[in-house]
């Protein structure tokens, strides 16, 4: 199978968009962390456990809407 020019562009172009959603979303988990974990730990760690992270955080933040306490 052969790529054209165009095809590789849209590869690179769909790679470059989820490596920049990836980044965000390390780096959003990190600051909600507050320095808990640092960025190069949050790289480091699997898929599984972002997630794992991703829905404590989520947790807390219906829980803190719910109660009313301040977030910040």
């Known amino acids: 199978m052969s790529?054209?020019?165009e095809d590789i562009g849209g590869l690179l172009d769909r790679q470059e968009k989820?490596?920049?959603a990836l980044k965000?979303?390390?780096f959003k988990l990190a600051w909600y962390m507050r320095g808990g974990i640092t960025l190069d730990e949050i790289y480091s760690?699997?898929?599984e456990d972002r997630e794992i992270i991703s829905e404590i955080i989520k947790e807390n933040l219906e829980?803190?809407?719910e109660s009313g306490l301040p977030f910040f």
């Open 3 to 5: 790529l054209t020019s």
């Open 18 to 20: 989820e490596t920049k």
């Open 24 to 26: 965000r979303e390390l």
């Open 45 to 47: 760690i699997g898929f």
């Open 63 to 65: 829980t803190t809407k």
